[in-house]
């Protein structure tokens, strides 16, 4: 039996005006670059539109590998080797402040007691901490 459609679901669609070829580069070393180049729903080159060059990257973390993808502003492959280092090791920074952020923030949220842990009464009696007047939770 067929199910139904839903509706809300967006239909997957691609942009014959936005397509791109890509080419993908790498030293088997640091990492890669992939060159979007752009092309006319035909496939031919569209000389309109300029290529976008894209590193890649990736570092080791406890949790595992964590890729890290970054533009290059080049106007050719070259140009987008050169300037790989400056950029990954900006990737990498901007990746390990928003880590520590994100650590930052989960810290933040823990619920400490004000009383300690051994208060009179439990959660709810007094000096528990957990529940203030009218019965809402505190942090």
């Known amino acids: 039996m067929a199910e139904p459609r839903d509706d809300r679901l967006p239909e997957p669609t691609m942009d014959a005006a936005s397509l791109c070829r890509e ?21 031919s ?15 080791f973390t406890n949790m595992g590998a964590l890729p890290l ?9 070259q140009e987008a080797v050169e300037r790989y280092a400056d950029a990954a090791k900006q990737a990498v920074e901007q990746a390990v402040k928003e880590i520590q952020d994100l650590r930052r923030q989960a810290a933040s949220s823990i619920v400490i007691p004000q009383g300690g842990a051994g208060g009179v009464g439990g959660m709810g009696g007094p000096g528990g901490g957990l529940i203030g007047p009218g019965g809402r939770i505190q942090r």
Do not use: C, M, N, W
């Open 23 to 43: 080419e993908i580069y790498t030293d088997r070393k640091a990492g890669l670059i992939r060159v979007l180049i752009p092309v006319k729903s035909d496939g």
């Open 45 to 59: 080159s569209d000389g309109t539109r300029k290529s976008v060059y894209v590193g890649e990257a990736q570092i």
């Open 69 to 77: 993808s970054f533009e290059l502003e080049a106007t050719s492959l």
